[in-house]
């Protein structure tokens, strides 16, 4: 199931929930259907089945006057089909805000519709937009994110020679540290490593970002902790020449700053160094803000970019510096 049925059955969710159309959520989950609240109170805990799904959302309703509403803030483009929610409550003239996320689907056996597998509810009161987790969808899929034209997956091990023909390319290495590849036995190796950083934390490592059209990697993106930090999480990418200069670094960047969020990143850096002004633009075309220069990471001064999941988020470190003019 692609990204988009995904993204409609979350969408009909939420109608039907705000409707109290118990039909329609009838046939968007599935029989084993899962849910589960989160913390210590009344409500918190598993239920297992849409029949106990359903009567955990009636003491929703229940506990709060019939006050409780869902409205669906962001639905990512992604197969996991990750997004996030506002859940509000209105009770004895006390308003609480709530973020609602997670969801898995399988296909249902009798009319092939996509259903609702599980879902999980991040019981956040008075934070108005958190990042989300999100479940896998259960047809095994390598897919992290995409767009219209990338997809962005794991590296595969027959695709070295696109790997070593990358990072050979002092054009490119020059950017992202090292030296250039020697040998094709050393991206071999490469993709080995990338595998093993995912199987270690799915949510961070490089992948590669694939041309649609063609099923050849444009380059990786990257979504890793930075060095000597604190817990502070970078984004970063290199293409390859060939795919330099259509839009595809901001594609890729874009959707893995959004699947980020989507796992529960409350903040995402980016830092180049002074004058790589090709991915200063794809900073900016991402929308990350340029806080100014630092020396926090890496030796050389590097440009210091910012990005959050909350738009009333204020960052959590300071530069050493203005950015120059």
Known sequence: MGSHENADVVRRGYEAFNAADMEALTEIFDESA????????PLA?????????????RRYGG???????????TCLRVMTA????????????????????????SRSRTAGLPTVGSTSMISTPGTRSLGCQHGWVTEPSEVVAETER???????????????????????????GGTPMKHRDEAVARIDRYAAM??????????????????????????????DGDGEVEIGWHLHP???????ASEAAGALLARGFADGLQEIWAVTYLNNHPSIAVCRRIEMCLLGVTHRWYHEPSLMFWAAARSDQQPSLTPDGPAPP
């Open 242 to 248: 060939d795919s330099w200069g259509r839009g595809l």
């Open 34 to 41: 899962s849910w589960h609240t989160p913390g210590r109170s």
């Open 63 to 73: 506990q709060t006057g019939g006050t409780f509403k869902a409205t669906l803030q």
């Open 82 to 105: 990750a997004w996030l929610a506002l859940i509000t409550t209105a009770e004895s003239g006390t308003a609480s805000t709530w973020t609602l996320a997670g969801a898995s689907f």
């Open 198 to 227: 995912l199987t270690a934390e799915p949510r961070f490592g490089a992948w590669a970002a694939v041309e649609r059209s063609s099923g050849v990697p444009a380059g990786s993106v990257v979504l890793k902790p930075l060095p």
């Open 45 to 57: 805990g598993d239920h297992e089945g849409r029949d106990a799904a359903f009567a955990q959302f």
């Open 150 to 176: 990338v997809v962005i997956r794991p590296w595969h091990r027959d695709e070295a020679d696109r790997l070593f023909d990358l990072l050979r390319r002092e054009e490119v290495v020059k950017w992202i």
